[in-house]
């Protein structure tokens, strides 16, 4: 394919433990339904907060993936 066509869809993954377990459940979810994606960009950080310390991490990332003609 000279010129790819991408697509991206948007997922929020979450943990209890950080922000980067966050991102790869996210990821890994993904993968599961979506042939080869490619690149993930990180849209948006949250978390709940309980007893005054961080309760779960919220991370919304885009994934990237090429469209197949």
């Keep these: 394919m000279k010129d ?3 697509k991206l869809i948007e997922l929020t993954g979450t943990s209890t ?3 980067e377990d966050a991102v790869a459940n996210a ?3 993904a993968h599961k339904t979506i042939k080869n994606p490619c690149w993930f960009q ?11 310390n961080v309760h779960h991490w919220q991370v919304t990332i ?7 003609e």
Excluded: D, L, M, Q
Excluded at 42 to 52: D, F, L, M, P, Q
């Design 27 to 29: 990821i890994k979810r």
């Design 42 to 52: 990180v849209i948006e950080t949250r978390g709940n907060i309980a007893k005054g």
């Design 62 to 68: 885009k994934v990237g993936f090429a469209v197949n």
């Design 17 to 19: 433990t950080s922000i």
């Design 4 to 6: 790819p066509v991408y």
